[in-house]
């Protein structure tokens, strides 16, 4: 596969936050993550490695899963065994995935200057791709509703703020501002079944009405959590996790106080200087034997499962899971 040009999508929030909290160029991160650690207990291996530089995840139901690789720009499928397979070359900054029954939609144009992006269905059975959408503005979080709509979250800088914009496979339906969020980037379902969470180039987690979408609550946020969140899944006890690519971490984030902890950190590709963004990028939980594990992509070309300690409880909040 011919190598991309490393994407931009989180350039200016970066440069922000190197000026207000010491991360020079080259410089190891020196942010705070939340002050608790609740790392104890929790088991670290390793899916697969060496894949280049992994954005985003979703569970096959199977086992395995559809990863997007931003800088090398793939779909590619990882199955239960760990074997890695390329399915979809020469996409232009893949981001979010979601496999829906014998589909996988994914988003293509992640970053904040990248050509206009797209939204794009991948047939399981036959191969083939359908470009549903065009002309998004930097495309990056894509979660599908109960009711199996398709949102996905906008962090381009191109042209005006789209926010978070809703897709209707059914019918081709398309609202291009959902929420007027601005520069939004992970998308997870709440417990509820009536909001989502999502965060922002502030470094704050929001809950979004999905019944009044323009008027979002901030759950998480400075001083709690000192981060650069990107993808997020929530369980139905009402737990957030959420990747960080300041730290390489994954916390979690009780969005009814905003408490935030750490259960891994370090998860950065590797090198002699920081070229951000380079941390942990998504999370999703998928079942592991009996139960269930968080699944954590990062910029190192590594999958992880993370399996939790006894009295933590990973059902994930979507009821169909």
């Not at 993370?306 to 169909?320: E, M, Q």
């Amino acid at each position: 596969m011919a190598r991309r040009p490393r994407s931009r999508r989180l350039g200016a929030t970066l440069l922000t936050a190197a000026v207000a909290m010491g991360i020079g160029a080259g410089a190891t991160a020196v942010a705070e993550a939340p002050s608790g650690s609740c790392a104890n207990g929790w088991d670290v291996s390793t899916v697969v490695s060496g894949v280049g530089n992994l954005e985003n995840l979703d569970t096959d139901g199977a086992g395995g899963f559809y990863v997007t690789g931003i800088v090398d720009g793939y779909l590619a499928h990882i199955d239960a065994a760990g074997k890695f397979e390329t399915l979809v070359t020469g996409l232009d900054h893949p981001a979010g995935v979601r496999v829906v029954g014998r589909s996988v939609y994914f988003l293509t144009g992640d970053g904040l200057s990248e050509a206009p992006g797209t939204l794009r269905r991948y047939d399981i059975d036959t191969g083939a791709v359908t470009i549903l959408l065009t002309e998004l503005s930097g495309p990056n979080g894509l979660l599908e509703l109960p009711d199996g709509d398709l949102l996905f979250a906008t962090i381009g800088v191109t042209g005006p703020a789209t926010g978070i914009s809703r897709y209707r496979p059914s019918t081709g339906e398309y609202t291009k501002v959902w929420s007027n969020l601005p520069w939004t980037n992970g998308l997870a379902l709440a417990a509820d079944g009536k909001s989502i969470y999502t965060d922002n180039m502030t470094m704050r987690v929001f809950r979004v009405p999905l019944g009044d979408p323009d008027n979002p609550t901030v759950v998480a946020g400075p001083p709690n959590l000192i981060a650069l969140p990107d993808d997020m899944e929530a369980t139905r006890a009402g737990q957030l996790f959420v990747a960080d690519q300041i730290q390489g971490a994954v916390y979690q984030i009780d969005p009814a106080t905003g408490a935030a902890c750490t259960i891994i950190t370090g998860l950065i590709k590797p090198g002699p200087m920081r070229n951000p963004p380079d941390g942990a990028t998504s999370v999703r939980i998928a079942r592991d034997g009996e139960g269930w594990a968080l699944f954590v992509t990062s910029m190192d070309g590594t999958l992880r499962r993370l399996r939790p300690p006894s009295g933590i409880d990973l059902t994930p909040a979507d009821p169909r899971r």
